[in-house]
């Protein structure tokens, strides 16, 4: 599987958007870009991934490049309770889920 | 109602020792897995199974073994814990077995620490 690229913090104030990039510039064309977050002492919980083309639900939206190369996961009015280490794996289709958990990127909400 | 539960939460044990950790999750599932996160917070598959069988088995010592006596349960037996296998253990659950499109569901986690 490909290899991501997370920054290890970033800062948002209450309200805002908070804008969280990956990079992940070996991914192939049959992988898709997962993003999962971990908030204290919980288990991780799914957020949103696609394909090729850019998604939104009801926790976020992700941009992912023409290329492939990059995605951007965006909540867009971050509230305290975002506040957790958010995740951005790739995965291809394959017997049984490995989603494999790098370092991620610890975001903090601030009032 | 908890989608993916598991006990206990801590469990607190000496080297050695043989101990249990239950899963069980009423999503109507059918693929369940193990996930470890240790002391740097990597998490890392351990085992999964689909339909109570074993379809992802990783490098994993022999002292730990799952059992999934039907497809909402799969349990995690360590025989004689080291004080390497204190971690965090993730539970979880999906809908199919194939990764494409599949979400995750995880347990809130056991706390392991073996003295």
């Known amino acids: 599987d490909a290899k991501t690229t997370q920054p290890p913090s970033m800062d948002c104030a209450e309200g805002r958007a908070a804008n969280l990039p990956c990079n992940h510039s070996?991914?192939?064309?049959?992988?898709?870009v997962y993003w999962y977050r971990q908030i204290h002492s919980q288990g991780p919980q799914y957020i949103i991934h696609?394909?090729?083309n850019n998604e939104t639900n009801e926790m976020a939206s992700l941009i992912i490049t023409e290329d492939r190369k990059s995605s951007t996961l965006i909540l867009p009015h971050a509230t305290l309770r975002d506040t957790a280490v958010y995740y951005c794996i790739v995965q291809i289709e394959t017997s049984g889920s490995r989603l494999t958990f790098g370092e991620g990127t610890q975001l903090t909400v601030n009032p | 109602d908890t989608a993916v539960s598991q006990t206990p939460k801590y469990l607190v044990t000496q080297m050695g020792n043989d101990k249990s950790i239950k899963c069980e999750q009423n999503l109507g599932h059918d693929t369940m897995y193990w996930y470890k996160q240790d002391s740097k917070k990597f998490l890392k598959i351990m085992f999964s199974?689909?339909?109570?069988?074993?379809?992802i088995n990783e490098t994993v010592p022999n002292r730990f073994s799952p059992k999934s006596p039907d497809k909402a349960h799969l349990n995690l037996h360590i025989n004689s814990l080291e004080l390497g296998d204190s971690a965090v253990y993730f539970c979880?659950?999906?809908?199919?077995?194939?990764?494409?499109?599949?979400?995750?569901?995880f347990g809130s986690g056991t706390q392991l620490s073996v003295l």
């Open positions: 070996t991914i192939s064309g049959n992988e898709y």
């Open positions: 696609g394909l090729k």
């Open positions: 199974y689909n339909n109570k069988e074993l379809i």
């Open positions: 979880a659950s999906s809908q199919g077995a194939k990764a494409t499109n599949e979400k995750l569901f």
